[in-house]
T-cell receptor, first 114, second 116 residues
Framework: SAVISQKPSRDICQRGTSLTIQCQVDSQVTMMFWYRQQPGQSLTLIAT?????????ESGFVIDKFPISRPNLTFSTLTVSNMSPEDSSIYLCSVRRGPGTEAFFGQGTRLTVV | QKEVEQDPGPLSVPEGAIVSLNCTYSNSAFQYFMWYRQYSRKGPELLMYTYSSGNKEDGRFTAQVDKSSKYISLFIRDSQPSDSATYLC????????????????FGQGTILTVHP
């Protein structure tokens, strides 16, 4: 398994501001992902965080709104920019050690935008 | 049509019952299948991970995959109140270099309540 630490665990933010979420893994992993879980909904992939290069975004998600960094194999950040109430969700970091391996999740960041 | 459809529930069962949770999918490229349990205000916790068709058992949990029918199931025996949670199926295709590489596609989740 993998121990994943996500910070902050929750936050309440004003619209128009930005929040950066951190994801730290206890060991090196090949793959890191960011998911969003809107209230009462399932998980939707935002992007794959690529080490040393630009993230790969899913349809409907853009870099200007959700910039992602991954400076090494154990750490990534997701920024939610220019927030609106529609961005109120749980944001989850996920890791896989490699292809065909299990995927593990952090505890999530519960974001409320007012 | 969504790539993964999960029986929405909610399900309410008495303690000790056998629970069956099910998902169907349309993408024949899916090779890896996972079941997660998510308690309220927590991240998803991996319960079962399987590859290809067949059964896999772990304690009170059995995961079943039928790739020919594009159908997966999770069975919970002797259900306990502590099993009350949302259960999510997830699956992935591993086409290296493709746009789906490594990512999971989730079902909508089934809320399970086990009452004493």
């Amino acid at each position: 398994s993998a121990v994943i630490s996500q910070k902050p665990s929750r936050d309440i933010c004003q619209r128009g501001t930005s929040l950066t979420i951190q994801c730290q893994v206890d060991s090196q992993v090949t793959m890191m992902f960011w998911y969003r879980q809107q209230p009462g909904q399932s998980l939707t992939l935002i992007a794959t965080a690529n080490q040393g290069s630009e993230a790969t975004y899913e349809s409907g998600f853009v870099i200007d709104k959700f910039p992602i960094s991954r400076p090494n194999l154990t750490f990534s950040t997701l920024t939610v920019s220019n927030m609106s109430p529609e961005d109120s969700s749980i944001y989850l970091c996920s890791v896989r050690r490699g292809p065909g391996t299990e995927a593990f999740f952090g505890q999530g960041t519960r974001l409320t935008v007012v | 049509q969504k790539e993964v459809e999960q029986d929405p529930g909610p399900l309410s069962v008495p303690e000790g019952a056998i629970v069956s949770l099910n998902c169907t999918y349309s993408n024949s490229a899916f090779q890896y299948f996972m079941w997660y349990r998510q308690y309220s205000r927590k991240g998803p916790e991996l319960l079962m991970y399987t590859y290809s068709s067949g059964n896999k058992e772990d304690g009170r949990f059995t995961a079943q995959v039928d790739k020919s029918s594009k159908y997966i199931s999770l069975f919970i025996r002797d259900s306990q109140p502590s099993d009350s949670a949302t259960y999510l199926c997830a699956m992935s295709a591993e086409n290296a270099g493709g746009t789906s590489y490594g990512k999971l596609t989730f079902g909508q989740g089934t809320i399970l309540t086990v009452h004493p």
